[in-house]
Nanobody
Framework: VQLQASGGGLVQAGGSLRLSCVASGRTFSRNAMAWFRQAPGKEREFVAAISASGGSTKYADSVKGRFTISRDSAKNTVYLQMNSLKPEDTTVYYC?????????????????WGQGTLVTVSS
C-alpha cells in the first residue's frame, strides 16, 4: 500500500496550490482520508479530512474557508485545494488514510501515510 503526494511548490502569499494524493496497492473508496502538515521541530497537525463517501469533511480552524478537501474514489485520489495561502502555511504536507469510513483529526487514528510534499509560501 502506498500513498503518493504531489503538487507542492513555491507560491506567493495569496496564491493557490492543489495537492494530490494517489493511493495504490488497494482501494480506499471505503476509507476516510486526510491531510496533515508538519513543520521542523513541531508535531504533525491536522489540516483536513474527508469521509469515505465524501459527504462529510472537517477542517482545522487555521485553514477553514481557504482550503478544500475532495476526493475522486474512481481514481483513488484525494485532493487539497489551497487558496489564499499565507507564509505560515509553509511546511511539509502529508496525506493519510484510515481503515474506517469516518473523518478523524488525530494523527494516531490514521493507518497509512504518504511521503509528504513541501509547500513554500513567500511573503
Amino acid at each position: 500500500v502506498q500513498l503518493q503526494a504531489s503538487g507542492g511548490g513555491l507560491v506567493q502569499a495569496g496564491g493557490s496550490l492543489r495537492l494530490s494524493c494517489v493511493a495504490s496497492g488497494r482501494t480506499f473508496s471505503r476509507n476516510a482520508m486526510a491531510w496533515f502538515r508538519q513543520a521542523p521541530g513541531k508535531e504533525r497537525e491536522f489540516v483536513a479530512a474527508i469521509s469515505a463517501s465524501g459527504g462529510s469533511t472537517k477542517y482545522a480552524d487555521s485553514v477553514k474557508g481557504r482550503f478544500t478537501i475532495s476526493r475522486d474514489s474512481a481514481k483513488n485520489t484525494v485532493y487539497l485545494q489551497m487558496n489564499s495561502l499565507k507564509p505560515e502555511d509553509t511546511t511539509v504536507y502529508y496525506c493519510a488514510a484510515d481503515l474506517t469510513a469516518r473523518t478523524k483529526v488525530a494523527v494516531e487514528e490514521y493507518d497509512y501515510w504518504g511521503q509528504g510534499t513541501l509547500v513554500t509560501v513567500s511573503s
